[in-house]
């Protein structure tokens, strides 16, 4: 059978021949078959697999072969393969291309075989990232194993891949179908031996407690957690792991709303614009992600910064929180996926799944959100919560009130509750204090210019990307004093004293916060489309009482590709390390992450790549 020639052609030393492919020497070469195509050589060295058609012994003008197959070589580097595996005697199929008596590609042949498992890019959409599967054939069980050995032996090499994570899997996310999302992308971490311990959630809060209950020494033998459901069920694991341990300072807030706190609570209630500055940092080694803290004599919270790990010369702002190994994944599950959706670029489970087995890293802003009071008549407590993507007042917190009640809808209950609560058109009394972003910082103003083709006034912003934030965003790195390495000292706002505090009183549809850019299926652009995952800011996006047409028509700019929300007289849109809330009148609630809190005074802050997610951004 002509097939066999290729088996029984490189004997002795013969066998495995050094070659060389794009001018690198190979470590290993041999011709083998590859599954649908024919007989290649295949060769491996230091950066990946390379394939080469063996040469068309015929000397046929019109040799489908020569025609059609190969006068380039394909190549696989190892950062794009997360596994390979040797599998049992079985079927290399014959060529898909037009068959030709002069090749050996026309039949079927039984061999041993090796899978090199990896991905490939979407043509159309390079966000999304498919399988790819390589199946290669010898007649010889050991040039199989040779080559299964040597790709091991590099793909160990390759740093930042995680070893065993933690899965919580939300059965009854989104459209009920965490269980089975979860199932469709567990052997690819079987296949790329990451050990997962899956834990099922059997109600709300079940991973918030788990999280919160764990030693740091338990969460130690974790690469990371990984998150089966959507942005709600994140953020429950978020704070699970970070209420019981972090002890950050609560965010800055203008005088005037510390004295109305002191005014009921006497001394207890600490001087917030003092918290940070002058205090001294220190690492707790034992902990996976976070500082060890403490609170000083008036109540602060300290980070404490381990300054060998830190590489900015500001040490007393920073907080040495970020990890380079401990990691969050979220796998797509629910309803909306922002978070997801803002840190791969697409909303497939898949693409998520070999961010995750491929050890990307990317750094991620958490916001810090603290309810002072749940109405104007009750008592002063804080309490803390931490978010990815979005807070909400008014709106958006009156859509999740509206839609609890028909939950048994599924993700359609937003919609019909968004009409209704948009049909009722409520506006709430408010005064928003916010700090004013530095000069430097602030490049809303040019973004602005930009968007709308004027040159502005670019010199102090010359070294920032004023575009979308992407896979190596330049904005993330200038702004978090990025070091070679990548890593990112994760920083909370220290010196309030230096920024003006700025204010807005009014009567509002909406109050919104944003961290990313919350972009989702119906608002492609998000609702602050260049927002960044981690230059350390808020989007406060203030919507004041208007006509209800003007009100639908930013509605319908939002579910718009290039579309531009923001752009109404009625909406202030102001970028901010911090901001302070208080309610006048008529109370609403506060949407934070689908879960609602009551607040009449509440303030918040950005803590700078606080925690490192499996993502690479996306790739748009
Ligand atoms: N087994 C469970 N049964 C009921 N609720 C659960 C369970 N596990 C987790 N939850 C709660 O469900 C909430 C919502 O989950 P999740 O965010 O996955 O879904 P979603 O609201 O459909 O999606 P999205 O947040 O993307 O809109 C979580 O905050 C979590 O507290």
């Not at 790819?132 to 891949?161: P, W």
């Not at 996310?173 to 089975?180: D, F, H, L, V, Y």
């Not at 609560?421 to 004013?436: D, G, M, N, P, T």
């Not at 549809?509 to 972009?519: D, M």
Request: glycine share 8%.
């Amino acid at each position: 059978m002509k097939m066999e020639r290729g088996g029984d052609e490189f004997v002795g030393d013969e066998r495995l021949r050094d070659r060389q492919f794009d001018g690198e020497s190979s470590i290993l070469s041999s011709a083998l078959f590859l599954d649908h195509v024919g007989e290649v050589v295949l060769s491996v060295n230091s950066t990946g697999l390379s394939w080469k058609p063996v040469d068309c012994p015929c000397d046929d003008e019109s040799c489908w072969h020569r025609k059609l197959t190969f006068t380039s070589t394909a190549k696989v580097n190892f950062s794009d393969i997360y596994a390979v595996e040797l599998t049992d005697l079985g079927l290399i199929h014959q060529s898909i291309l037009p068959k030709a008596d002069c090749c050996f590609l026309h039949s079927d042949s039984e061999m041993y075989r090796f899978i090199v498992h990896g991905f490939q890019r979407s043509k159309t959409q390079p966000s999304m990232w498919m399988l790819a599967m390589y199946t290669f054939g010898h007649k010889d069980l050991q040039i199989c194993e040779l080559f299964v050995n040597q790709i091991n032996a590099y793909l160990s090499k390759e740093t930042g891949r995680p070893k065993s994570l933690l899965v919580f899997v939300h059965p009854l996310s989104g459209k009920r179908n965490g269980r089975r999302i979860w199932e469709g992308v567990g052997p690819i971490f079987s296949r790329a031996r990451v050990r997962t311990k899956v834990i099922v959630t059997e109600r709300t809060g079940h991973a918030f407690d788990v999280m919160g209950s764990m030693t740091n020494q338990d969460l130690n033998s974790y690469d990371g957690v990984v998150a089966v459901g959507g942005d709600g069920f994140f953020n429950e694991i978020l704070n699970g792991l970070l209420l019981s341990r972090l002890k950050a300072p609560y965010p800055p807030v203008p005088p005037d709303f510390t004295d109305s706190l002191e005014n009921e609570l006497g001394n207890s209630v600490p001087n917030l614009n003092e918290t940070a500055a002058g205090t001294s940092y220190e690492c707790e080694d034992q902990s996976p992600l976070l500082p060890t803290s403490g609170h000083n004599q008036s109540g602060f919270s300290n980070f404490k910064i381990k300054k060998s790990d830190c590489s900015s010369g500001e040490q007393d702002s920073e907080l040495c929180i970020s990890n380079e190994r401990f990691r969050f994944g979220i796998i797509p599950a629910g309803s909306t996926d922002a978070i997801v959706i803002c840190t791969t670029g697409v909303r497939d489970p898949i693409t998520s799944a070999l961010h995750i087995v491929l050890g990307k890293r990317v750094s991620l802003d958490i916001a810090q959100v603290v309810k002072w009071k749940a109405t104007s008549s009750s008592k002063n407590e804080p309490d803390v919560r931490y978010t990815a993507s979005f807070v909400g007042y008014g709106f958006y917190g009156d859509v999740i009130v509206e839609s609890e009640k028909y939950r048994w809808m599924g993700p359609k209950r937003y919609d019909f509750a968004g009409t209704k609560v948009f049909l009722r058109h409520r506006s709430y009394e408010a005064e928003i204090s916010y700090l004013e972003a530095k000069r430097e910082q602030n490049i809303s103003d040019s973004e602005k210019d930009q968007q709308h083709g004027r040159a502005g006034d670019c010199n102090e912003l010359e070294n920032y990307d004023l575009g979308i934030c992407r896979a190596n965003c330049q904005t993330c790195r200038a702004s978090s004093g990025c070091t070679t390495t990548g890593s990112r000292p994760a920083t909370f706002y220290s010196n309030p004293g230096k920024s003006r505090w700025l204010r807005s009183r009014g009567h509002f549809l909406s109050v919104g916060a944003a961290v990313i850019s919350c972009r989702n299926e119906r608002a492609p652009d998000g609702l602050v489309a260049n927002a960044h995952l981690s230059d350390g800011f808020l989007h406060l996006v203030l919507i004041k009482e208007c006509p209800h047409a003007l009100y639908l028509r930013h509605l319908i700019e939002l579910t718009r590709k290039g579309g531009k929300p923001l752009d109404f007289g009625f909406i202030e849109h102001h970028k901010t390390a911090a901001f302070a809330f208080t309610s006048f009148g008529k109370e609403g609630v506060w949407n934070l992450d689908g879960e609602l809190l009551r607040a009449h005074k509440l303030s918040a802050q950005v803590l700078r790549g606080l925690v490192s997610l499996f993502a690479t951004g996306p790739e748009v």
